[in-house]
Structures are given as C-alpha cells and as structure tokens.
C-alpha cells in the first residue's frame, strides 16, 4: 500500500467504516448490497476510494450499520473530510509493483512475457471514465 495515502482523510473513513462494518459481523459482501454498490467498489471504500459514495449511500450506510447519533455525527464529518481533500484513485493506493503478477501462464502452461506482464499493469492502472 502506498505509504502517503496512509493519513489521508479517505482512507482514515474506509478505515472507520471497515471498523464499524466488522464490529457488528457484516460480511463485506452482503452489506455492499445492501448500500447498493458493488462488492467491488465498496471495497476500493474501504481502501479509501470515496467517489462511489453518493446520497443513497450516505443514508444507506448509516441505516444499515444502525449508527447511533454520535456515530452518525462522526460518519458525516469523516466523510465531509474525505470529500474536501484531494480524491484518491486506484493508483493513489497501490503501486505497480504491489499489483505484479507473481506466476502468471498463458492457456497453455507458457510463462506469460514482460510485455504481457506490462500490458495487464496498464489495464489495471488505466484511469476508468
């Protein structure tokens, strides 16, 4: 994980809500339904990736994870942080060489070549619209 985004207010609410999500047994996946985003998505929230977070989500998250007031207070001001910094993408969190394929083979058993390798990097760093 790339080391300066560690304190950044992003992360510090995918961090808080990844520990509110835990503390009341919610499986990632189940509650990312149920807040309407994608298993995947929700996860890059967690990582700090706030830009999926739109209104349905700010009153689905708190209704969902049964937020009381003061918990509330602090879901709504951690956010307001994240969302005045700049956002955070994909490659604001990680770094090429975190997301290295180890053992990477072609259909037929070959090691896939650099080029291959550099190609899927690019498709995984690519910015999405």
């Known amino acids: 994980m790339n080391t300066n985004t560690q304190n950044h207010p992003a992360k510090v609410f995918g961090d808080w809500l990844r520990e509110k999500r835990q503390a009341r047994n919610l499986v990632a996946r189940v509650f990312s339904g149920a807040v309407w985003l994608s298993h995947a998505k929700y996860a890059e929230v967690e990582l700090g990736v706030i830009k999926w977070i739109s209104q349905k989500q700010e009153l689905l998250i708190p209704l969902f994870l049964g937020l009381n007031k003061a918990e509330k207070d602090e879901f709504a001001a951690k956010l307001k942080e994240a ?9 604001d969190i990680f770094r090429r060489d975190e997301l290295r394929p180890v053992r990477a083979c072609h259909h037929n058993g070959k090691q896939i070549t650099k080029e291959d390798e550099e190609r899927i990097l690019n498709a995984v760093f690519a910015p999405l619209v």
């Open 83 to 91: 969302r005045s910094r700049k956002v955070l993408c994909f490659s």
